[in-house]
């Protein structure tokens, strides 16, 4: 699997076999298979999906719900636009088993509103399951029903936060808030939700069908199953790729033909950026952020322009109602541009470094506590390029 290009869960698959194993168990088993099976929530966190689960199954409510976190707005980041596109039907399987598995019976993908034009051909594949007794009532003859609805978001990225999400749908302004309660204990309409990312959906159906064993088979010790990357910038060969997790930046810049590489963005734009020093370092949970995106840089790219492009983009999203986030990244923004001008004292410096370590552990949630990376790793691994040159 290692070195076999862009190959996307896994190849092969039969449609409804994941679903039809899921109902013939029972639901607590499904959350027990998911559980050991390791799977981590590929949308950034990684927050183990069992545990998830069963943290929403033992709620007791009169309704539940499964959302699809398909808000994909990191810059560089583009795989679950793939799978929206070519496996809505895993997807769809995959909310179906989440749902069985803790007793909800509707589900609803938040698309991305710049992904309007993929909602058509997901409503097709609704229709089709439905047609073929995948969704709806009494699904393969038994007493279970599920069915699944599209609400699009409308273009904030804080919105693919679980809980700015939840209150997109309940219909309030897309904001963060303070946990606990969780979603899994009082979520979309206070009920108890469990949200998933696109891609950690599309891995369920497999595990069911395999098995948890199976799946352990694939990555590493600590970090299970394979990863889809988007990888993009100064490459040959550009696009969505899935290897085992574990697998070194440089076995990925060999494989998508990068050359004279200087820099590489790991786990998107909040992710960290790397120089050569670090190419033979894992992508895992135990090593580099296995975000959804890798972006390469060569060494015609000037470090403090990339770094400007970040910042401005975390400006531009902060929803801005906590202070560490809302002034922290306006005051990094503005460090990077005295940088460019040398205008910036090292003891200057030095304060916005602590500013930023600062917004990582205060800020309110994940976009505050993770775009401080590229400040401080760029600052930290091109220190010459930025001091010097
Ligand atoms: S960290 Fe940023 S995006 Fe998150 S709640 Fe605070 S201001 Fe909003």
Known sequence: ???????????????????????????????????????????GAGFPTGLKWESAA?????????????????????KDRLLLMEHPGKILEGMAIAGYAIGAH??????????????????????????TNLLGDKILGKRFNF??????????????????????????????????????????????????????????????ANGAEWFRTHGTMKSTGTKLFSISGDVENPGVYEVELGITVRELLEMVGAKDTKAVQVGGASGICVSEKDFDKPIAF????????????????????VLENFMEFFVEESCGQCTPCREGNYRLLEGVRLLKKGDCTVAYLRDLMELARVMQISSKCGLGQMSPNPFISIIENFKDEILYS
Request: some cysteine; proline content about 6%.
């Open 106 to 131: 509707h589900g609803i993908i938040y698309l991305r509103g710049e992904y309007v034009y993929l909602k058509k051909g997901i409503e097709e594949r609704i229709d089709h399951m439905k047609a």
């Open 286 to 305: 135990e090593g580099l952020p296995p975000g959804g995106s890798i972006i390469v840089f060569n060494h015609s790219r000037k470090m403090l322009h």
């Open 1 to 43: 699997m290692k070195n076999s290009k862009k190959r996307i869960l896994f190849g092969e698959y039969i449609v409804g076999s994941g679903l039809a194993a899921a109902l013939k168990l029972k639901p607590k088993e499904v959350v027990n298979e998911v559980k050991k099976s390791e799977l981590r929530g590929r949308g």
């Open 147 to 208: 069915d699944v609805e599209i609400r699009l978001g409308a273009g904030a990225y804080v919105c693919g936060e679980e809980f700015a999400l939840i209150e997109s749908l309940n219909g309030r302004r897309g904001e963060p808030r303070n946990k606990p309660p969780f979603p899994t204990e009082k979520g979309y309409l206070d009920k108890p939700t469990v949200v998933q990312n696109v891609e950690t959906l599309c891995y369920v159906p497999y595990i069911i």
């Open 58 to 78: 033992v709620q007791k409510a009169d309704q539940k719900f499964i959302i699809c976190n398909a808000d994909e707005g990191e810059p560089g980041t583009f």
